[in-house]
């Protein structure tokens, strides 16, 4: 089990470019999440998704979009980055069935310059 | 779901218990209280959660107040690799329409030095 997995790892745009990040689970979980954390703040929540095909908004999903096409895939879309959405891209899993634990991705960190 | 506060700091002596506060003053009586913790760059690592009653696991203990307004999260015999920051969060555990979000507050930074 890989379990889940973000890709690239790292990553430099330059303001206006877009880019999609992917995050890809192998646990066949239902649930799945996209954090930003920016430094020294605690993780915030930007979209979710409970089931394939679905999405909803989270706490900052302004300038994101995401898709959800493949239950073990969910991905983030920037269409014109700015330098605010600089930070670091946390992506989890977690399973209805057994909802009390959230699997993390080892993260994306994005620079907008 | 319910505000949490937490020191923004601790240290602790390897191989000493290292003894995490949290004050959830306004939890609700269907809100757990989970701890996960995020080591350097990594991501977040679930650790235990509990709703009244005191849970144990091979990680930590975790222990709540009778009336609930606050937690300590127990880390045994603490090692350098729990340097870490640790979340304290406060969420409601339904089936049926939940999404199961985390909210994450700033945490606290514990450093074990040898």
């Known amino acids: 089990n890989a379990g889940v997995t973000q890709t690239p790892k790292f990553r430099v745009l330059k303001t206006g470019q877009s880019m999609t990040l992917l995050c890809a689970q192998d646990m066949n979980h239902e649930y799945m999440y996209w954090y930003r954390q920016d430094p020294g703040m605690g993780l915030r929540l930007i979209h979710y998704?409970?089931?394939?095909?679905?999405?909803a908004k989270g706490e900052v999903p302004d300038g994101y979009n995401v898709s959800r096409l493949k239950k073990q895939n969910f991905l983030l879309g920037l269409e014109s980055a700015a330098p605010s959405q600089t930070s670091v891209y946390f992506c989890?899993?977690?399973?209805?069935?057994?909802?009390?634990?959230?699997?993390f991705g080892p993260g994306t960190r994005l620079t907008v310059t | 779901d319910a505000k949490t506060t937490q020191p923004p700091s601790m240290d602790c002596a390897e191989g000493r218990a290292a003894n995490l506060p949290c004050n959830h003053s306004t939890i609700s009586g269907n809100e757990y209280v989970y701890w996960y913790r995020q080591i350097h760059s990594q991501g977040p690592q679930y650790i235990i959660h509990g709703l009244k009653n005191n849970e144990t696991n091979e990680m930590a203990s975790l222990i709540i107040t009778e009336d609930r307004k606050s937690s300590t999260l127990i880390l045994p015999h603490a090692t350098l690799r729990d340097t870490a920051v640790y979340y304290c969060?406060?969420?409601?555990?339904?089936?049926?329409?939940?999404?199961?979000?985390?909210?994450f507050g700033k945490g606290t930074l514990l450093t074990v030095n040898p």
């Open positions: 998704s409970v089931g394939e095909g679905t999405t």
């Open positions: 969060i406060v969420r409601v555990l339904t089936s049926g329409g939940s999404n199961y979000k985390l909210t």
């Open positions: 989890a899993s977690l399973d209805r069935g057994s909802p009390n634990e959230q699997y």
